[in-house]
T-cell receptor, first 112, second 116 residues
Framework: LAKTTQPISMDSYEGQEVNITCSHNNIATNDYITWYQQFPSQGPRFIIQGYKTKVTNEVASLFIPADRKSSTLSLPRVSLSDTAVYYCLVVPGYSSASKIIFGSGTRLSIRP | GAVVSQHPSWVICKSGTSVKIECRSLDFQATTMFWYRQFPKQSLMLMATSNEGSKATYEQGVEKDKFLINHASLTLSTLTVTSAHPEDSSFYIC????????????FGPGTRLLVL
């Protein structure tokens, strides 16, 4: 299982774009990059997932360079409600029974 | 997206008693579910993999006799914390994969356990 490294914490202000970068140097060919958001006392919520290049949904964008050794989660125009812990995960894509190992996550704080 | 529920959402018990936590996949079947534990200000720690119809697989350092896992159907896995002690107080979270996008796990809302 590939290990991920991301900043422990980040601060930003409402209305700003926030980019959280994650490194996963040992990512395997079959691995997907997935980001989750977790609020206090709640289970993690799926945000976005990608394999390569760029993926965009209604919540965020995910940028993955060609070597796939890193990825960047981009949150456009954040609000106070985006204050949460964000986890970058590398998930094996060959089995629904594949384990997910969580790293430390990034604690994002949004200020007015 | 797929929905995973947990029951109860919180539980308080006395030291020495056993507590059962249920994890259900509401709109899909899951042959595999996962159980995590999370302490305050820490990340999720994988405890075990629950396999329908067979024994669970425990991560290193997790006592299988203390944390009993039963996956009796394709929509239900249970975690029983036996002879609970205050150090077992934690936030327990389960997850499951619907199968269509095999890379995506969906998580339950979590169960807060407080052992007095």
């Amino acid at each position: 299982l590939a290990k991920t490294t991301q900043p422990i914490s980040m601060d930003s202000y409402e209305g700003q774009e926030v980019n959280i970068t994650c490194s996963h140097n040992n990512i395997a060919t079959n691995d997907y990059i997935t980001w989750y958001q977790q609020f206090p006392s709640q289970g993690p919520r799926f945000i976005i997932q990608g394999y390569k290049t760029k993926v965009t949904n209604e919540v965020a964008s995910l940028f993955i360079p060609a070597d796939r050794k890193s990825s960047t989660l981009s949150l456009p125009r954040v609000s106070l409600s985006d204050t949460a812990v964000y986890y970058c995960l590398v998930v094996p894509g060959y089995s629904s029974a594949s384990k997910i190992i969580f790293g430390s996550g990034t604690r994002l704080s949004i200020r007015p | 997206g797929a929905v995973v529920s947990q029951h109860p959402s919180w539980v308080i018990c006395k030291s020495g008693t056993s507590v059962k936590i249920e994890c259900r996949s509401l709109d899909f079947q899951a042959t595999t579910m996962f159980w995590y534990r999370q302490f305050p200000k820490q990340s999720l720690m994988l405890m075990a993999t629950s396999n329908e119809g067979s024994k669970a697989t425990y991560e290193q350092g997790v006592e299988k006799d203390k944390f009993l896992i039963n996956h009796a159907s394709l929509t239900l896995s249970t975690l029983t914390v036996t002879s609970a002690h205050p150090e077992d107080s934690s936030f327990y979270i389960c997850s499951a994969n619907p199968g269509q996008d095999i890379e995506t796990q969906y998580f339950g809302p979590g169960t807060r356990l407080l052992v007095l």
